[in-house]
């Protein structure tokens, strides 16, 4: 009952509080004058259009590469997605190290030949 009383009293409150800013706000806006915008006319003409697809690409077969030495990569001969040849170059290898040992091992076969010829001339001599 007493919620009857309370709905009865507060909707004619409701209903005159909207009438109130309903008026106010028609009188506000008879008051507001108007701005003018320029009005534009299109024309068509011709665009060039791009349009991107975001894609992943997979190797039908991929295949992992290790080599044998280690070092740095010096040179390059293939593109990725290239089809390859059996033996055929793929890349240089830099290793300094390898080099070295190389030089080292010349030097050795070269000492040794001259050892050899040493002992060659030594052995003619004797006889």
Do not use: W
Not at 32 to 53: G, K, N
Not at 56 to 61: D, H
């Amino acid at each position: 009952m007493a919620n009857q009383s309370i709905i009865k009293l507060f909707a004619p409150c409701v209903l005159a509080a909207t009438l109130a800013c309903n008026n106010s706000q028609q009188h506000q806006q008879d008051d507001v004058s108007l701005e003018e915008y320029p009005i534009y006319t299109l024309t068509s003409q011709a665009a060039t259009v791009y349009t991107d697809f975001p894609v992943n690409l997979q190797g039908v077969q991929d295949i992992e590469l290790r080599s044998k030495v280690s070092g740095f990569i010096d040179d390059i001969f293939v593109d990725e997605g290239q089809y390859v040849n059996k033996g055929q170059l793929l890349f240089r290898i830099f290793a300094p190290e390898y080099e070295e040992e190389l030089a080292r091992s010349s030097a050795a076969i070269k000492s040794t030949e001259a050892e050899l010829a040493d002992a060659h001339i030594n052995g003619q001599a004797e006889k």
